[in-house]
């Protein structure tokens, strides 16, 4: 989340975050607009979690490379660096890069930076070539949170292209790194109404005076809808 100087920017974390906790998507609203201060303080596995994310995500690009596919890596680029990163990303599409990874789409309004693009031999309305988006995954079971994600970037990238990616691919640890495969169009409804959530709460919010802000509730449950899985 990042105010602009036209409106305040989602990602595809807000997404993720509006599913576990409704309330959280007002705090964090409330923190992008200066209305409070955001909490000092962390899960104290966190560190954990992200170092071996990132090794898995490194493992499988290297997966790929030793399949002959040719990489092209854009993790060098700070995240806070968006227009460069989406000027990168957009011209090593145009290129035809076979795997982008770390690039960043966007369309004004949300913002996402998926581990992994790949270039699939199905023609867009601008090249003889398309992509669709893979994320590297710790978890053996793919949740709700993470259809949602892939399913903003999959939308983020039919804009961009102008041919929306026909499947979203979620690759778990394991041999052969072995992608799961599910279609962009059975989660296009789920996906549409929850962003619509999101917009309607950020339109509510900005609209709010400080006084009618409530307290932090570190103790937000999480839905279970979050932590479904997918079947």
Known sequence: MKVTSQQIRLSATDLSNHLACRHLTTLDLQVALGKRTEPDWAAPDLAVIIERGERHEREYLAHLC?????????????????????????????????????????????FGRPDVLRRVAISSRLWEWSYEVADTKLARETKAATILQLSLYSDLLGKIQETMPEFLWVVPPGEGFAGEKYRVSEYAAYFTDTCGSVCARRTIVANRSSKESVMWDYYCSFPAERNAVIC
């Open 66 to 110: 030793a399949q002959g596919l040719t990489v092209e890596d854009l993790n060098h680029i700070p995240h806070k660096e968006e227009e460069r990163l989406l000027a990168e990303t957009l011209a090593l599409m145009e290129r035809g890069a076979e795997v982008i990874a770390q690039g960043a789409l966007s369309d004004g309004e949300w």
